[in-house]
């Protein structure tokens, strides 16, 4: 396995993420394409703010072994991402439409 075949793994753990919560949570959903956005980039961006603890992609694949442990954290981490983008971003969205109504 490859970093960049891990970093696409686990894109699609977020997009899968925010699609599982928008299905089962249907106040929070954006429909299947603003669910799918939303999973990829908050995916990214929780790999990308917490992948500096030492679970990104290249830590993961580092010395040509495959650590297991820091791969769980790394999916455990996407799915998150997807989760909270678009928990955080449906917040946003009620609150700017409360304010435009008043």
Not at 46 to 70: A, C, D, H
Request: hydrophobic share 50%; charged share 10%; with cysteine.
């Amino acid at each position: 396995m490859t970093g960049t075949l891990i970093s696409l793994i686990s894109v699609f753990i977020g997009i899968l993420g925010a699609n599982l919560f928008g299905f089962f949570k249907k106040k929070y959903s954006f429909g299947f394409t603003g669910n799918t956005l939303i999973g990829v980039f908050g995916s990214i961006l929780f790999i990308k703010v917490f992948g500096r603890l030492g679970f990104n992609p290249w830590y993961i694949m580092q010395n040509e072994t495959f650590n297991s442990w820091l791969f769980v954290i790394n999916c455990l981490v996407s799915f998150l991402g997807g989760v909270l983008g678009l928990y955080f971003l449906k917040k946003i969205y009620f609150i700017m439409n409360k304010k435009a109504a008043n």
